[in-house]
């Protein structure tokens, strides 16, 4: 059985994505990754519409069994804190509308499952990354292999689970 999973590394300028398969007893293959990206000096609800819309598209073209997505953690800007959360809203609404399953997992969750440590680096999550899914380099930019790693960690916790 192949499971495809659609991971999403949340941002409101730039948010990562990357699509990964695995079939039971092999490891993880690359299908696409990359970024969307949102005008900065647009209104808020525009850059979320994109953003909608942008998962939507990746949701039809690739027909996730499930999509993960980081969870929300607090930073000390207060203001870019509710930024990821409108743009973790919006993905689980794309996610919901789609009939997509969604897995959450916490930043500190996945550098320690994908690199086995909670505190790597974002270097040492794309070098992971490239090793796991076998590429020549590690995906590119960093947001890409962090989501990347996130539909890693979705496939890694799958495998141990009985």
Known sequence: MTV????????????GYGVVEAARGRPGRLV???????????AAGV?????????EQLIARHGP???A????????????????????GVVLLAAAKARVEVAEFPPASVKKCVVGEGRATK??????????????????PNDAADAC???????????ATP
């Open 149 to 159: 790693a996130i539909a890693l960690t979705y496939l890694m916790t799958l495998r």
């Open 69 to 88: 997505v980081e969870t929300s953690f607090y930073r000390k800007n207060v203001r870019t804190t509710v930024q990821l959360g409108q743009v973790r």
């Open 4 to 15: 495809r999973v659609l991971g999403i590394d949340p941002g409101t300028a730039v948010m």
């Open 47 to 55: 850059r979320l519409a994109g953003i909608y819309d942008g998962v």
């Open 123 to 140: 270097d040492q999550v794309g070098y992971m990354v490239q090793r796991l899914l076998r590429l020549k380099g590690p995906p590119q």
């Open 32 to 42: 696409e990754c990359g970024v969307l990206r949102t005008d900065a000096r647009a």
């Open 65 to 67: 069994a499930v999509v």
